[in-house]
């Protein structure tokens, strides 16, 4: 399609579904007419509802039936063994006394994927970066079992009082929270194992969630996110105890907060590597968004669609830190 052409059905096609052109022209050259509209009309449509079994309160074969009793539909997530689709009958997922006692954690399946990617391990230390309100860090310390330590920062005053809450709840109590800017990290002195850095974006993939976002952000401000991102990534690299993993994600589909960030950081840091991710889902990275040839170890990372997944749209990517462990 050529670029005027381009615009043209960019404009038509984003007054039709409310979007702004900019939009429509970037989806248009990444998945073509046909994938642009499929993708817009499951934005249309309402995300499942998923839960996250906490097992350091409950075990999962303990609430389920006590979940079924109350009119809950339960569907386990493939690769996920303590994730579920859950069909709450009209209640709020947050009403049932199982969930004020943290048997479960209301959480996006994207969400719950990037701590199994993680792969923490008992007695590791680990920090989560932007961490509030709570999801990964809970989740990160459920798989550790309560052992070694979660460092969970987030610089969001108001957030990092869901953050605390959430820990409370879920009976975590192998975290530490910190006020902070990420950026800084590197003034704490201490050298993690594993750093989960789920980036403030500019939430493009969150459009089936919040329709406002249809609208909401320019390209400046995807550039703005994708330079703080860049930071971040810095600070978190310059952290990382060699031998370290580092998972990367947005909510984002923008190739801007995701594919060239980490071509960015691949041209920089010869140390880093991406690394295969072992679980099943989405589909791979893109190497060549906009017809711009990226690294082409770029189809280790992953992606979650809306019209492919059923999920919100989100990105996924794990990194080496080579050299020795410490």
Not at 24 to 47: A, H, N, V
Not at 154 to 172: A, H, K, W, Y
Request: net charge negative; charged share 25%.
């Amino acid at each position: 399609m050529q670029r005027k052409e381009l615009r043209s059905k960019a404009k038509e096609i984003a007054k039709e579904y409310g979007y702004l052109p900019y939009m429509i022209e970037r989806y248009l050259s990444l998945w073509g007419e046909d994938g642009t509209k499929q993708f817009l009309e499951s934005c249309e449509e309402p995300i499942r509802t998923a839960i996250r079994i906490n097992q350091l309160r409950i075990e999962i074969d303990d609430l389920i039936p006590r979940l079924k009793e109350k009119g809950v539909h339960l569907q386990q997530i493939p690769w996920l063994k303590e994730g579920f689709w859950a069909d709450f009958s009209g209640y709020s997922p947050g009403a049932l006394f199982e969930h004020m006692l943290g048997y479960y954690y209301v959480q996006g399946v994207p969400s719950m994927t990037v701590s199994r990617v993680l792969g923490p391990q008992s007695h590791e230390t680990i920090m989560d970066l932007a961490a509030a309100p709570g999801g990964k860090t809970t989740h990160i310390a459920q798989i550790m079992q309560n052992t070694g330590k979660v460092i969970a920062i987030d610089q969001d005053r108001l957030r990092i009082t869901s953050l605390e809450s959430n820990i409370q709840r879920c009976g975590v109590i192998n975290s530490v929270v910190l006020r902070g800017d990420a950026r800084k990290i590197e003034q704490l002195g201490i050298r993690p194992n594993r750093i989960m850095l789920d980036a403030p974006c500019s939430g493009e993939g969150l459009i089936p969630i919040d329709a406002s976002r249809k609208t909401s952000k320019s390209m400046a401000d995807i550039r703005y996110c994708a330079t703080r991102q860049e930071e971040m990534m810095e600070a978190a690299i310059s952290t990382l105890a060699p031998g370290g993993i580092l998972v990367y994600s947005t909510c984002s589909i923008a190739p801007e907060e995701n594919e060239f960030v980490i071509d960015n950081i691949l041209r920089k840091h010869e140390e880093v590597k991406l690394s295969k991710i072992e679980l099943e889902f989405g589909s791979q990275g893109i190497c060549d968004p906009y017809g711009v040839e990226l690294d082409q170890s770029l189809k280790l990372t992953r992606r979650f669609l809306p019209h492919k997944d059923g999920t919100e749209g989100f990105f996924i990517s794990k990194m080496v830190k080579e050299g020795e462990s410490e």
